[in-house]
């Protein structure tokens, strides 16, 4: 039997997202096999990651977060700003109210500033947090270790001086399997400091298995690390990636990634039981 199945394609600087709720599809029906399938750019819809949303029910919107070869994932805060679009879009939200998005790391606010930037509030789980040994990465030249940081996923953060740098896919894809961060892996981040309160952030995504356009839990964690060891003078700063700007910014002891969201188009896809 078939079935038709609603989808929105949403994007966020570039990460883009397959977002389905539970009026349409079980999240139980979300198979590994389906969602890297409905993932790949090619034979698929395309997607770096598939969000179900649960909206029926009287409590919080809940997410659950897929990465596109099909395993989950704690959290993604681009995914998370995609589906306060999707809920604002549906009207399950609106714009002049607290909203709050709940994943698998806790309860999330959101915001929409007149200009339809959407901001997200990320939590950190410091107890994951763990030292790292330059030394035992074997870093090439030029390139040099930051920390790493648990902002609801985790992720290395290394630094370079380089306008660019060729090699950090490949980089990234030894980084990301290396035992030090154990069977789970870590994302892997590359800034380059642009002035005292402006980075470029690169990232190697786990899960997506390649280098993406932006990462949201990335470019705060290396916003994090640049508070922590460069003492910036704003608590705002300004992030630039391959898919467009970022903010993070700390405020009221809160710590909040925004930045733009667009639906890039809606769809039906066939179920096939």
Not at 30 to 59: Q, Y
Request: aromatic share 6%.
């Amino acid at each position: 039997m078939k079935k038709i199945i609603p989808f929105a394609k949403i994007e966020a600087t570039g990460n883009d997202f397959i977002i389905l709720d539970d009026r349409e599809i079980a999240a139980a029906l979300l198979s590994p096999e389906m969602i890297k399938n409905w993932c790949d750019r090619h034979f698929g819809i395309g997607a770096d990651g598939l969000i179900h949303v649960s909206v029926s029910g009287p409590t919080t919107p809940r997410m659950l977060f897929f990465n596109a070869d099909g395993s989950r994932g704690a959290m993604c805060g681009n995914g998370l700003r995609a589906v306060a679009l999707h809920l604002l879009t549906i009207g399950v939200c609106h714009k002049k109210h607290d909203n709050f998005i709940e994943a698998d790391d806790g309860l999330h606010r959101f915001t929409v500033d007149e200009q339809g930037r959407i901001s997200v509030e990320l939590l950190l789980n410091e107890q994951n947090e763990k030292k790292i040994d330059a030394a035992a990465l074997d870093l090439p030249a030029g390139i040099e270790l930051l920390g790493f940081k648990q902002v609801g996923v985790p992720h290395l953060v290394l630094k370079t001086e380089l306008d660019e740098f060729a090699d950090f896919e490949k980089l990234g894809r030894r980084l990301r399997s290396h035992p030090l961060f154990g069977a789970q892996g870590t994302n892997v981040n590359l800034i380059r400091m642009v002035d005292e309160n402006t980075i470029k952030v690169r990232t190697y995504e786990r899960g997506v298995e390649g280098e993406t356009f932006s990462c949201g839990t990335g470019v705060t964690a290396c916003a994090l690390l640049c508070w922590e060891c460069f003492s910036p003078s704003q608590k705002t700063l300004t992030v630039q990636t391959r898919g467009g700007i970022l903010k993070v910014e700390q405020k009221s002891g809160r710590l909040w990634l925004g930045g733009p969201a667009h639906i890039v188009f809606i769809g039906q896809k066939i179920l096939e039981n």
